[in-house]
């Protein structure tokens, strides 16, 4: 006879399986076309859209062209203005009924969605469906307040979207729901596996009332992707792999497109000695084997301290060989089926080769049958370059590395291009408050991992791409504020080299480069003559060791605010005292004046706790993005200058600055006044010359995390081109601004000095 310990081992899970039958009703002889202008059309090219669960097919759905994207575009065009006029009251009612409608077909939604998808329906039906229906009712208390709340701010216009598989109903909620309620309209286009649930909140919008033309998809492939892209919106807000973000960074620059990227991942999960060690093999249990691991905050690599490594990796072994692989309408399967037979390929691809890179492979055991189900996995003995470690795979597979120290965990956390997300795993705050200041990610989980709310902003560093989703930072990436209302700029006259040694009657003093908190001759030892004066010709080189000093003055991002503010008052101060000695002179006692608004901003533009759902504290920090190259604007040379450079390094920034090409003298000897102002050394770097050349130098270098370009149309184009390789954000303004007035000062110079780092942290006795 068995212990009762041996037989509740003995004792397995029965069947408890969801009915399809709402979703095959729903599904049933419909034809699915796509929705514009508050209508389905006929489809015409259509493929299949199948259960990866069983192969079989679910529905065929209409492959969208330029000409049906462009039809949308101009639906969601004539929406526009109409929809934008509203009250915020009025579009809230609209966003409330969606809400409401989406809560009434709960389970409709999330059977259909686990259909499609292959995502367990516990996890549809208890994480996706109702965080969407939040985001619906959170924005729409945004579209109430926007007037209040945001003032002096519009909506961009016509918003493409374009959205991946992994959740497709909570993603169109992250996209859709803030969108309508700044007041733009919508072409969204979902993802070629996963349409169905967007075509079920397609009816939503007809039965909600909602005016045609505000919400418009258009389904396809990736080539319906890129027509979106193409076409005429105001911006594109895309979530997906980061290769097709750098396409779409590409395809937009210089279209004057706004653009949000949220992008892949490869997050720590790093588990120190006094952690709660159960819980932590839990936590991994919600960060790698959640949604089949096609999740792109996943914790996909976890580091643990070596102490208590080998207890920990046992018990996480003895947990993943029970967690239950199979049919994602089950109620107790733990893990669906992932999205498709060419997604189960490329991870079995991804895990062989680390295999032969020395990965030792623990894998728990998964169901026959014709769907695409994968087991989960854990991969050991692995060094930090092996391709698990470096690659978002982007399925339930997770590796394991050691550490010893928490100095360590940071650089291992932080070894990779990415900046998703990272989960922390301590019972010592102080530990845990320490390491999220640390890594570089955008969200941080504090005990705990894979927590979502529509007022916690989501939203990655790096590679991961830049904007945020969700709370009142995600609202601002729907809105824009008209301020720089002055003519386009014109590219200043083409200069031409001199030898440095070059002296003629019309030159009276040599100048050189500011960098490192020294004055440096330009590398290639040429100049330029402008009014008399003889001016650094910076080139690649210059570029790359003012980059290099911004780099080692990282000590300035981690001084307190109001030593910052000190530092800049002082400046403002000795500014002031050598204003005589700076042109143009109407610029000048402006130019003191500003100096002083932006210390002033120095310890006062702080971050938020936001209100979630849950016990937690929800912090939103802002914190500065590193290094920036900082290209001034022409038209004001002291005055642009102190305007654009202030409030970056009043941030917590280090700035490479090029100055205004046609007029650099103020700027060059503002050296002075920043030497006798105890701005540390490498914190504001000047490399004068030729800008267009400076700015594509700026915009390439994977070492400088955002670029601001106040310059002509052309050089913009080039600079948001050439940022596609680490992705950083970059503000290019082609028209000018009235920088003696407001616009001068506007709060979009803090916003964008900043990227914010959301960490949660939940409490509980
Ligand atoms: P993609 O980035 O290709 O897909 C995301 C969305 O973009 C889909 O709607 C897709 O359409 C569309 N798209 C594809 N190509 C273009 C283009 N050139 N221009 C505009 N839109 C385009 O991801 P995949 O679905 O192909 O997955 C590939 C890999 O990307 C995954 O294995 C995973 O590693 C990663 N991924 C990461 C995600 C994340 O959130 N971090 C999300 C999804 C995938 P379509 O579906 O038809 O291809």
Redesign the pocket.
């Given at each position: 006879m068995p212990t009762v310990t041996e037989a509740l081992q003995m004792m397995d899970y029965g069947p408890a399986p969801e009915s399809a039958s709402i979703a095959q009703d729903w599904l049933k002889d419909r034809s699915f076309g796509h929705f514009i202008n508050g209508a389905f059309i006929k489809p015409g090219e259509t493929f299949a859209v199948t259960n990866p669960a069983t192969g079989g097919e679910l529905a065929h759905v209409a492959q969208g062209s330029a000409e049906d994207v462009a039809d949308a575009v101009k639906a969601a065009r004539g929406a526009a203005k109409g929809w934008a006029k509203l009250s915020g009251g009025q579009r809230a009612r609209h966003l409330y009924a969606l809400a409401r409608l989406m809560q009434k077909r709960e389970r409709l939604f999330a059977v259909l969605e686990s259909l499609d998808n292959g995502k367990p329906i516990r996890e549809s039906r208890d994480i996706d469906v109702p965080l969407a229906v939040r985001h619906f009712y959170h924005h729409a208390g945004w579209a109430e307040l926007l007037a209040d709340e945001f003032p002096g701010m519009r909506p961009h216009g016509v918003c493409g979207q374009?959205?991946?598989?992994?959740f497709p109903l909570l993603m169109l909620a992250w996209k859709v729901a803030p969108a309508l309620a700044a007041g733009n309209t919508v072409v969204l286009?979902?993802?070629?596996?996963t349409p169905l649930t967007a075509l079920l909140f397609a009816e939503l919008c007809i039965e909600a009332g909602l005016p045609k033309g505000v919400v418009n998809i258009v389904t396809?492939?990736?080539r319906?992707?890129?027509a979106?892209?193409e076409a005429e919106v105001d911006k594109i807000a895309?979530?997906?792999?980061t290769?097709?973000?750098r396409?779409?960074r590409q395809?937009t620059a210089g279209t004057g497109k706004a653009l949000t990227l949220?992008?892949?991942?490869k997050s720590p999960f790093i588990v120190f000695a006094e952690a709660d060690l159960d819980a932590a093999v839990e936590g991994v249990v919600d960060a790698i084997w959640f949604n089949q691991g096609?999740v792109?905050c996943a914790g996909s690599r976890i580091l643990v301290q070596e102490q208590v490594a080998e207890t920990f990796t046992n018990r996480l072994k003895a947990r993943m060989a029970k967690l239950r692989v199979g049919d994602p309408l089950d109620k107790s399967t733990d893990i669906g089926a992932v999205v498709h037979t060419t997604?189960l390929e490329?991870i079995r691809g991804l895990v062989d080769q680390a295999v032969q890179q020395g990965a030792v492979l623990h894998q728990a055991p998964v169901p026959n049958g014709p769907g695409s189900f994968c087991a989960p996995m854990l991969l050991t003995d692995l060094g930090a370059a092996n391709i698990a470690n470096t690659e978002?795979?982007?399925g339930p597979v997770v590796t394991l590395m050691t550490f010893r120290t928490p100095g360590e965990a940071v650089e291992l956390a932080n070894n990779t291009r990415y900046g998703l997300a990272a989960s922390l795993w301590t019972e010592n705050l102080t530990t845990a408050l320490d390491i999220a200041s640390q890594v570089k990610a955008g969200v941080v989980w504090i005990n705990g991992t894979n927590m979502f709310d529509a007022n916690a902003p989501f939203g990655g560093m790096r590679e991961s791409g830049f904007g945020r989703e969700g709370a009142r930072e995600g609202m601002l990436a729907y809105l824009t504020s008209d301020e720089a209302t002055g003519k386009e700029r014109k590219a200043p006259a083409p200069l031409s080299a001199l030898p440095a040694s070059a002296s003629g009657d019309a030159v009276d003093r040599t100048r050189k480069l500011y960098i490192g908190g020294a004055q440096k001759r330009p590398d290639g030892g040429y100049s330029y003559a402008v009014d008399g004066a003889q001016i650094p010709l910076g080139g690649r080189k210059d570029i790359r060791n003012a980059v290099e000093a911004a780099h080692k003055a990282s000590g300035w991002s981690r001084v307190t605010g109001h030593n910052r503010a000190q530092v800049l008052y002082f400046l403002a101060e000795n500014l002031n005292a050598r204003a005589r000695d700076f042109a143009p002179k109407d610029e000048v006692a402006q130019a003191v004046e500003r100096a002083f608004y932006w210390a002033a901003w120095a310890d006062k533009y702080d971050g938020k706790v936001h209100s979630t759902t849950g016990p937690n504290v929800t912090l939103a920090i802002k914190e500065p993005f590193g290094v920036m190259g900082v290209i001034c604007p022409e038209e004001a040379p002291l005055l642009g200058f102190v305007s654009t450079v202030l409030p970056a390094i009043a941030m917590g920034n280090r700035v490479v600055a090029v100055p205004s090409q046609a007029n650099p003298v103020p700027a060059l000897d503002l050296y002075q006044v920043l030497d006798t102002s105890d701005v540390p050394g490498g914190v504001v770097n000047i490399v004068t010359g030729p800008r267009a050349e400076l700015t594509d130098t700026l915009a390439k270098h994977d070492d400088v995390a955002a670029l601001w370009v106040f310059a002509d149309a052309e050089t913009c184009l080039s600079a948001e081109r050439h940022s596609a390789g680490n992705l950083k954000p970059v503000w290019a303004e082609s028209r000018a601004r009235d920088w003696s007035g407001p616009a001068g000062q506007s709060r979009d110079f803090l916003r964008r000095a900043v990227q914010v780092k959301t960490v949660w942290v939940p409490y509980g006795a």
């Open positions: 374009i959205i991946p598989w992994n286009k979902p993802a070629e596996y396809g492939d990736g319906t992707g890129a979106l892209v895309f979530t997906g792999s290769e097709v973000g396409l779409i395809a949220e992008l892949g991942g096609e792109c997604q490329r978002e795979i982007f």
